[in-house]
Nanobody, 122 residues
């Protein structure tokens, strides 16, 4: 499965962005999808995840600001990011795994997108 991300960019604090992640194979509609980010000098962390049955996970740092959703007709997962803060600056990756479980660890995923840069200025 190939994952192609889009939607990153440079924004100001308080702005919104929506990231998209398109999967190359139809079978991915049953996969658990995750959103991770990695800031310079920091470990990659899971900020959101969503299962086929729309069970969601959010990291405490983004709860109430980020929303993940999926459109199975388009094989696409989204990460809507509102009220962005400078500390949200990172490369954002989407990931996929052939599982029905809600997975939040990097090692639990075996397909990764190329990453998209999100930069939030103060």
């Amino acid at each position: 499965v190939q994952l192609v991300e889009s939607g990153g960019g440079l924004v100001q604090a308080g702005d919104s962005l929506r990231l998209s992640c398109a999967a190359s194979e139809r079978t991915a509609i049953t996969y658990t999808m995750g959103w991770f980010r990695q800031a310079p000098g920091r470990e990659r962390e899971c900020v959101a995840a969503i299962t086929w049955k729309i069970t969601r996970y959010y990291a405490d740092s983004v709860k109430g600001r980020f929303t993940t959703s999926r459109d199975n007709a388009k094989n696409t997962v989204y990460l809507q990011m509102n009220d962005l803060k400078p500390e949200d600056t990172a490369v954002y990756y989407c990931a996929a795994v052939n599982s029905f479980r809600l997975i939040t660890t990097q090692s639990g995923y075996n397909y990764w997108g190329q990453g998209t840069q999100v930069t939030v200025s103060s």
